[in-house]
C-alpha cells in the first residue's frame, strides 16, 4: 500500500488505489472538497525497486463512498507533474501492466 501525503499538512489521506499518468484513483480516509485542489506526495518504486518520492498538484474530480466505514473512492487528475516525474510515472505504468 502506497501512502498519500498531503504536503500542506503532512497527513496521510489515504493510498494509491490505481495510478496513471493523468491521475489517480485515491482510497482515502476522508472525504475531500469536490473542485478542491491539493499538493501530494507518494511514492513509486523504481527499476530496482526503491521508493522514489513523486510530488504534485491534484484536482478532485468525484468523490464515492467504498463501502468500507470511513473511506471514499476519490478520482485525482495530476497537475503540474513535473516533466520528469510524468516520465517515471509513465515508466512505472507501463512495467506494472507488463
Do not use: C
Request: charged share 20%; glycine share 12%; net charge negative.
Amino acid at each position: 500500500m502506497v501512502e498519500v501525503i498531503d504536503t500542506m499538512t503532512g497527513e496521510v489521506v489515504g493510498y494509491v488505489g490505481n495510478v496513471s499518468v493523468g491521475g489517480m484513483l485515491l482510497i482515502a480516509n476522508r472525504s475531500l472538497r469536490a473542485d478542491a485542489l491539493f499538493q501530494f506526495r507518494f511514492a513509486l518504486p523504481d527499476e530496482a525497486g526503491v521508493a522514489v518520492p513523486l510530488e504534485t498538484g491534484v484536482h478532485v474530480l468525484w468523490e464515492d463512498d467504498s463501502g468500507a466505514p470511513g473511506q471514499k473512492w476519490i478520482g485525482l487528475r495530476f497537475i503540474g507533474l513535473p516533466p520528469d516525474d510524468a516520465k517515471r510515472l509513465r515508466h512505472w505504468t507501463q512495467h506494472d501492466a507488463d
